[in-house]
């Protein structure tokens, strides 16, 4: 607390961004895994990817070292919108007094998270398309070939107009929400417990950081399928009228990967997924609070 909500929004978007920077290599190489095997029996497909670090040399030999920092420009404009809308709504509960209830900081991260996802939900779509794209002999997943962020939002504007820029929206709202509930309640209450218990001085780096990583680890458990769901959702082909042509929605994706892909089909890509929520929730929330602080 302390801190205007206007002034938290400029903190969460900055901090959002430098940890974005940090972690991109694993989203690339998380967006591979998730999209690899798309709708196909286990063991029936070939594996260009397999495990998180095999899966970013195959990027590097691919695409080169540069690959792996693939969408980035389309992730900081991600992580600037959604994490700047979602701490500016989270600061705003906390000065409201919401927070103070029963349940107030899960439901204030939930709802922070969905308007967060709302907003970043473009810039999520086209992240997506660049990251998956590849040469065609270690392609995953549907090759949208975009040649630069720009010519990727335009080619969508002109294809399905204002509606595309938002297509996949209803796995993103899922995922930020269930995300940031528990990064944002767990981050609070994992910090105030080892203060209580004299394990760190309160508002020190250490208590912050091991808030932080107690609450990667809920996130990167509680997100993946919701996360393997979205990427799915935004990287899916369509028709000329903007249509999915592989799911329908948000839980047509679910029922067609759990029963032909399995129910471990939603957990794609979680080493990767654990790898790069924990260092992103653990920069972000440390970049924040101490940006805050300051």
């Known amino acids: 607390g302390g801190v205007p909500p206007v002034t938290d929004l400029v903190l969460g978007a900055t ?39 095999r899966a970013a040399v195959a990027v590097c030999r691919a695409d080169g070292l540069r690959g792996l920092q693939k969408g980035l420009a389309a992730g900081l404009l991600y992580q600037g919108l959604m994490n700047g809308v ?19 900081t899960v439901a204030a991260g939930a709802v922070a998270g969905a308007v967060g996802a709302i907003v970043g939900s473009p810039a999520y779509l086209v992240k997506t398309h660049l990251q998956a794209q590849t040469l065609s002999a270690m392609a995953v ?24 820029l938002w297509r996949g929206v209803t796995g993103a709202v ?23 218990h004299q394990w760190f001085r309160k508002g020190s780096w ?10 990667g680890v809920a996130v990167a458990v ?8 979205s ?9 000329a009228s903007g249509t999915g042509k592989l799911y329908r929605g948000f839980l047509d994706c679910i029922l067609q990967i759990s029963s032909k892909e399995g129910l471990l089909g939603l957990y794609k890509g979680i080493g990767a ?3 790069r929520l924990g260092p992103h929730t653990v920069l972000s929330l440390f970049f924040w609070d101490k940006l805050r602080n300051m």
Not at 175 to 194: H, I, Y
């Open 15 to 53: 901090a959002g961004c430098l940890a974005c920077f940090l972690t991109n290599p694993l989203e690339v190489v998380k967006t591979r895994l998730q999209l690899q095997g798309e709708l196909q029996p286990p063991g029936t497909y070939p594996r260009p990817y397999r495990g998180v670090l």
């Open 86 to 104: 979602r701490f500016y709504c989270y600061s705003h509960a906390e000065d409201a007094g919401w927070t103070g209830y029963p349940g107030g």
């Open 141 to 164: 997943g549907h090759q949208h070939n975009h040649e630069s962020i720009s010519g990727a939002f335009k080619s969508i504007y002109q294809q399905h107009g204002v509606v595309g």
């Open 174 to 196: 899922p995922r930020v929400a269930v995300g940031s509930a528990v990064q944002l309640s767990t981050f609070a209450s994992a910090k105030d417990w080892v203060c209580e």
């Open 206 to 215: 250490a208590a912050v950081l091991a808030g932080s990583m107690v609450s």
């Open 222 to 229: 509680t997100m993946t399928p919701f996360d393997v769901i």
């Open 231 to 239: 990427t799915r959702l935004y990287n899916q082909p369509v028709d």
């Open 273 to 275: 997924v654990y790898l």
